[in-house]
C-alpha cells in the first residue's frame, strides 16, 4: 500500500511541479491576505492573539485553494478510473493526496511564515511556533483531503469544499490559535502541551475516522 | 483441459437511477474469444464494459469474470483486465513515458514492457512530450499501451481504433486486435468490421438484449435494424 | 416496513408529554432568582438542543447502517433524523438567542461555550442537504451523504469539547439555569421537557418516513402498471426510492 500511495504521490508533486498550479497562488494568496489583514484590521504590527489568529486564517484560507484542487485532474483527466481499475488498496489514494496536500502547505508556509514575520509580526518569532504548525498541517491535510474527495462529486465543487472543511476544522483553529499564542508575544510564554495534546488528539481520530470511510467514497 | 469461460453473465442489471443501464444480459463467453457489441448511443454498451472492467457494481444478476465473482471477488481480477475506454485514462501535463511508468507502478508493471509497448506503436520518439501536445491518434496509440501494460487476460475495448490511421490500427492490431489472442469484448459501431473479428455478437438496445448469437449467424444488416 | 403503526398513540403520547412540560415550566419550576421568568426558555432552549444534537448522532449511525449493509432505507432514515435536527436546531439558535437577550442584554454570547459549539455544528450540517442536491446519481447521493453524516456525527462530540476547552479557559458559562445544581423541581421539569421533545421528534420522524415510503410505493406502483405520465423524479436532496 505504501510503495502506491508514494507512486501516486510522485505523480502529484511530478504534475504539480510541471504546471504549478496551486502552490505559487496558495503563496500569493497568502501575502495578499497579509496585507487585506493590515487594513482591515488598521495594524501594522500585531503580537499575541491577534497574530496567532491572523496567521492561522491566512494559512486555513490559503489552504482551501489547494484543497479545490486536489482531486480536480483526477476527476477531469481520468485519474479516478485509471487508480480503481488498479490491484491496489483503494486507501492508498487518501495517503497520497493527504500528503501531497501536506507538502504543498510546507511549501506555501516557507513562503508565508517568513512574510509574516517580516511584514506584521511584532515580537520575536519563536520557532516552537514551527512545531503547532507543523500538527496544525497534519489536520489540515487530512481534513481537506476529506472533503475534497466529498465535493468531487458534486455539481457545486468549490462551493461545498469550504463549508464542510471549515467547520470541521473550528476545534483545529482554535487548538492552533490558542497554542500559538503565548509563542508570538512579547516577553513570550513557552510551548503549551496542552493544545499540542489536544492538536495531535484531533489529527489521530480524524486520520483514524478518514481511513475508515475512504474507501466508501470510491466504490461504485 | 478447457479453460472455464471467461465472462459468465445472468440476468446482469445495472440501473441508473429510475432507468435500467442494462436489464438482463445473459451470456457466456469462452476464454480466448471475442465478443462485439453493438447499440445507439445510451444503449448500456459502456456500462457492460464498466461494469465487466470492476468500475461498477451489478445491481442484480450474477456476473462472473475469469472464474471470479463480481462484485465479491473483484479485487482479485482486477489485475488482469485492460480497459481502452473513451478516456485514454492520462493526465495531459505529464508525458507518454511518466504516464506509463505511473501506470507500471499502480499495476506492479516493469518498466521495460512500457519501453517495449512505446516502440511496438511507433511513440518512442515522441514519449517525452507532454501528453497535452500530441495528437489524438498518438494519445490513442498510448492509451492502448496503459492498457496492455500489465499483460491482462481480457481486455476491454470501447471502439479502440477511432481516432487511429490505418497505419496506426496496424501497429496496434498485435497488441489488442485477434492476434493478441486475449479474451476481448469489442465495443463498436462498425457492422461489418465488428463481425469480422467477433466470435459472439450482442446487440443491445435501451439496456436489453436484441440480438445475442455466434457472430458467423448475425448480417451486418440485423445490427443496422438495432439504429433505428 | 410500516412505520404509520402506533403512530397516533406516538402522536397523543407526545403532545400529552410536551404539554405538562410546559405546565411544569410555567406553573410548577421555581422562578430563578438571578433571571427572573426568562429563565424558563431554559426548559425549551436545552431539551431541544440535547434532541437536535441526538438526532444528528442517531442519523450518523444510520449511516453507518447503510455503509454497511447498503440498503437505502438507511439512508431514508438518516436523511429525515438529520432533515429534522436540523429544523430544530433553528429552533435552538433562536430560543438561545432570545435568552441571551434577556437575560445578557445582547443577542449573542461568545462566552456561552454549547451555544457557540452547537453554532459550529450547526453549520456544518446546513451543508447536508447542498452537499446532497448536487450529486445526481441516487446511489452516490446517498452514499456519499452517508459518509458525511458520520463523520459529522463523530465530530459533535469532539467540537463540543474543544470549544469548552477554548472557552472555559477564560469566560464561566453565562447561560446556565441556576448558579449552582439543580433543585429537584427543575430537574423534574426539565426531563419531562426532554421526554416530550424526545416524542415529538420521534413522532415526526416517524410521520415522515411512513409518508415517504408511501409516495415511494405509489411512484412504484404507478410505473409498474405502465403510467407513461409519470414524471421523472426531479432532482431533489432527498432520498429517491430504494431500488
Known amino acids: ?220 | 483441459m478447457a479453460a472455464p469461460p471467461a465472462i459468465e453473465l445472468a440476468g446482469l442489471t445495472r440501473r441508473y437511477g429510475e432507468r435500467d443501464a442494462l436489464a438482463e444480459v445473459t451470456l457466456t463467453l469462452p476464454a480466448g474469444a471475442t465478443l462485439v457489441v453493438f447499440g445507439p448511443n445510451g444503449a448500456g454498451k459502456t456500462t457492460l464494459l464498466r461494469v465487466l472492467a470492476t468500475l461498477l457494481r451489478p445491481h442484480e444478476g450474477a456476473a462472473r469474470v475469469l472464474g471470479r465473482e463480481l462484485p465479491a471477488e473483484s479485487w482479485a481480477v482486477r489485475g488482469r483486465i485492460g480497459l481502452l475506454a473513451h478516456d485514454p485514462l492520462l493526465y495531459r501535463d505529464l508525458s507518454g513515458r511518466e504516464n506509463l511508468r505511473y501506470h507500471a507502478a499502480l499495476h506492479g508493471a516493469g518498466r521495460e514492457r512500457a519501453e517495449f509497448l512505446l516502440d511496438a506503436v511507433g511513440m518512442d520518439r515522441r514519449a517525452d512530450e507532454p501528453v497535452r501536445f500530441l495528437s489524438r491518434g498518438m494519445v490513442q496509440r498510448l492509451a492502448v499501451c496503459r492498457a496492455v501494460l500489465h499483460d491482462p487476460d481480457l481486455l476491454l475495448l470501447d471502439e479502440p481504433t477511432s481516432h487511429l490511421d490505418p497505419a496506426a490500427a496496424e501497429l496496434v492490431g498485435p497488441l489488442i486486435g485477434r492476434a493478441s489472442a486475449r479474451t476481448r469484448v469489442v465495443a463498436s459501431h462498425d457492422p461489418a468490421g465488428g463481425l469480422a473479428e467477433a466470435d459472439l455478437a450482442l446487440g443491445l438496445r435501451a439496456g436489453r438484449t436484441a440480438l445475442l448469437g455466434p457472430a458467423a449467424g448475425v448480417s451486418p444488416a440485423e445490427v443496422g435494424a438495432l439504429y433505428r | 416496513m410500516l412505520y404509520g403503526k402506533r403512530l397516533r398513540g406516538l402522536a397523543v403520547a407526545s403532545a400529552l408529554v410536551l404539554s405538562v412540560a410546559f405546565a411544569l415550566a410555567f406553573f410548577y419550576a421555581p422562578l430563578d432568582a438571578d433571571q427572573g421568568f426568562v429563565q424558563k426558555i431554559f426548559y425549551l432552549h436545552v431539551p431541544m438542543a440535547i434532541v437536535c444534537l441526538g438526532g444528528f448522532i442517531f442519523g450518523g449511525i444510520c449511516a453507518i447502517g447503510l455503509l454497511r449493509t447498503g440498503d437505502r432505507k438507511w439512508d431514508l432514515r438518516s436523511y429525515v433524523a438529520i432533515h429534522l435536527s436540523l429544523i430544530l436546531g433553528v429552533g435552538v439558535l433562536l430560543t438561545g438567542m432570545i435568552w441571551a437577550k434577556a437575560s445578557w442584554g445582547s443577542w449573542w454570547v461568545w462566552e456561552e461555550p454549547t451555544l457557540v459549539a452547537f453554532l459550529v455544528a450547526f453549520l456544518l450540517y446546513a451543508t447536508y442537504q447542498p452537499l446532497r442536491f448536487s450529486i445526481e446519481d441516487p446511489e452516490k447521493q446517498a452514499r456519499y451523504a452517508a459518509v458525511f453524516a458520520v463523520v459529522a456525527g463523530a465530530f459533535v462530540p469532539l467540537n463540543f469539547l474543544a470549544v469548552r476547552l477554548a472557552e472555559s479557559l477564560v469566560h464561566p458559562r453565562v447561560l446556565t439555569a441556576t448558579g449552582g445544581t439543580m433543585p429537584g423541581a427543575m430537574r423534574l421539569t426539565f426531563i419531562v421537557a426532554v421526554v416530550g421533545m424526545t416524542g415529538l421528534f420521534v413522532t415526526l420522524w416517524k410521520y415522515e418516513m411512513a409518508s415517504k415510503n408511501a409516495t415511494f410505493r405509489l411512484r412504484a406502483l404507478r410505473r409498474r402498471l405502465g403510467d407513461d405520465e409519470l414524471p421523472p423524479a426531479r432532482r431533489s436532496a432527498a432520498p429517491a426510492a430504494p431500488s
Open chain 1, 1 to 220: 500500500m505504501i510503495r502506491v500511495a508514494l507512486a501516486v504521490l510522485r505523480k502529484d508533486l511530478l504534475v504539480e511541479l510541471r504546471t504549478k498550479e496551486s502552490v505559487p497562488a496558495m503563496a500569493l494568496f497568502s501575502l495578499v491576505t497579509y496585507v487585506v489583514f493590515r487594513f482591515g484590521l488598521d495594524r501594522t504590527s500585531l503580537e499575541g492573539d491577534l497574530a496567532a489568529g491572523v496567521l492561522v486564517v491566512t494559512l486555513l484560507f490559503a489552504a482551501v485553494l489547494g484543497i479545490n484542487r486536489l482531486f480536480v485532474a483526477e476527476r477531469e483527466q481520468g485519474g479516478f478510473d485509471a487508480f480503481l481499475l488498479a490491484p491496489v488498496d483503494r486507501s492508498a489514494l487518501l495517503v497520497a493526496k493527504a500528503l501531497a496536500l501536506l507538502v504543498f502547505l510546507v511549501a506555501v508556509e516557507v513562503v508565508a511564515v517568513p512574510a509574516f514575520v517580516v511584514l506584521l509580526l511584532g515580537p520575536a518569532f519563536d520557532p516552537a511556533a514551527l512545531v503547532v504548525l507543523a500538527l496544525a498541517d497534519v489536520g489540515i491535510a487530512v481534513i481537506g483531503t476529506l472533503a475534497s474527495a466529498l465535493a468531487v462529486q458534486t455539481r457545486a465543487r468549490d462551493l461545498i469544499v469550504p463549508l464542510v472543511a471549515l467547520p470541521l476544522l473550528v476545534p483545529l483553529v482554535i487548538a492552533t490559535a490558542q497554542g500559538l499564542s503565548p509563542l508570538l508575544s512579547e516577553g513570550g510564554g513557552g510551548l503549551d502541551a496542552g493544545w499540542l495534546a489536544v492538536l495531535g488528539l484531533y489529527d489521530t481520530v480524524f486520520v483514524l475516522l478518514s481511513y475508515a470511510v475512504f474507501d466508501f467514497l470510491l466504490e461504485d
